[in-house]
């Protein structure tokens, strides 16, 4: 990565904040070529071919890329009639509805593509690096550039005028914006590296989950082979499972599944956290700092029902996305939790707390919540058929062997999953310090 330096040269008051002396301040439309003004998208919605022109609309411009996968096609012809609205190699697209001010870069394989209405084309002139323009333009002063235009309008649109007249802090060196763009780049490709390998890890975990809990370990730690060796396995009710396992219902196994009483809480300021399935984050994690809280006295009364202790299991039992569940441990603050949720305490001479979480999991035992979930109204998992769930149940030697490995690899995730969220601030820190002059980048000719 290229290195950084902090100036002690003076700054100058811009339309957009301090700014080095050397820096200039442009308008959106001075920054184009005088041949490529800034266009609105004209592609009306209409026949689709399968194989045409494609054209980008807003909902193509999820994330960081414009989708390459899905996109509407027009013909030729018609396609043709619209060339004002056609995108090059490099330019910018903005969004200029409902998602105001979001900008992608256009890849080749996007070359010659058209727009439609509610997305614009920026086309940067010889003198601006194209990504520095990308970057400036996703930065925290152009949005709110952007989110003042469209105030106070009846639909988030911002006019053609007011686009032009976005401000744009620019050094006159196109050599500092190539280094500033370089700089960001580099930080957005190793999030981009990072986010993908979270998503392999991830089904990694997913195909590991099924392997672990339908074909347990050996003595050697090895997954068992049910094509080598069938003498390891035996028929069960829920399919094949190691000859030595077996399935219990989930009140065979738990000391205690209950939830607390269905009346709604009084929310206070300042009290007792009260988890709801809308604290659930992440695959793992309960954010605590976003929960309501309750009076100590509710959540005393609350206690007589669902006293939660470190190694039980909270479910999501109530309303769309459930059967989540989530460990208790020792670091977690005292809660109470919402009665869409509820709290299952494993008998761990049948099952190890963590073996059970992972066995919610498993596509079984999701399937078995689905088929019991009421269907009129609100989703709704009742105690009767969580109860009634059955769990593979392996010796308490197997249960660690593949907690072990399970654990193993979810902490892989999250080490993972740290370092994008550093990467991410990193990124965040970056924008604000070089795209503003605050640091400026070394070996300026």
Known sequence: MHELLIKTEEFKNSGVGRIPKDWQIKTLEECVCPDAQITYGIVQAGPHIEDGIPYIRTGDMAGDKLKLEG????????????????VKTGEIVCAIRATVGKVLEVPPELDGANLTQGTARISPNHNINNRFLLWVLRSSYAQLQFNLA???????????????????????????????????????????RTSSLIIKLKQTKAGLLQD?????????GKLRDPQAHPEQFKDSSLGRIPFDWQYKRL??????????????????????????????????????????????????????????CCGDIILHRIGAGLGRVRLVTQEMPEFSILHSLCMV????????????????????TQAQMDLGTQSIGVPDLGLDK????????PPLSEQRKIVDAL??????????????NKLKLKKQGLMQDLLTGKVRVKNIK
């Open 71 to 86: 996109l509407l096609r027009t013909s030729p012809k018609i396609a043709l009639s619209y060339r004002r609205s056609e």
């Open 150 to 192: 469209v105030k106070g309008t009846t639909f988030a649109e911002i006019t053609l005028e007011n686009l032009r007249k976005i401000k744009v802090p620019l050094p006159s060196s196109q050599e500092e914006q190539e280094k500033i763009s370089a700089i960001l780049d580099t930080v957005d490709e190793a999030i981009t």
């Open 212 to 220: 672990l809990l339908t074909r347990g370990l050996d003595e050697n």
């Open 251 to 308: 009140e065979e196994i738990a000391l205690k599944v209950t939830d607390r009483d269905h009346t709604t809480p009084t929310y206070l300021e300042n009290g007792v956290i009260l988890v709801s399935p809308v604290n659930f984050i992440n695959d793992e994690d309960i954010n605590f700092a976003d929960c309501k809280r309750i009076s100590y006295s509710a959540h005393l009364q609350n206690r007589k029902k669902t006293d939660i």
């Open 345 to 364: 305490r494993p008998n761990e001479n049948w099952v190890i707390p963590f073996y059970l979480l992972w066995t919610f999991r498993t596509h079984t």
């Open 386 to 393: 969580i109860l009634s769930l059955i769990f593979p149940v």
């Open 407 to 420: 654990n193993a690899h979810q902490d892989g995730i999250r080490k993972e999953e740290v370092y994008l």
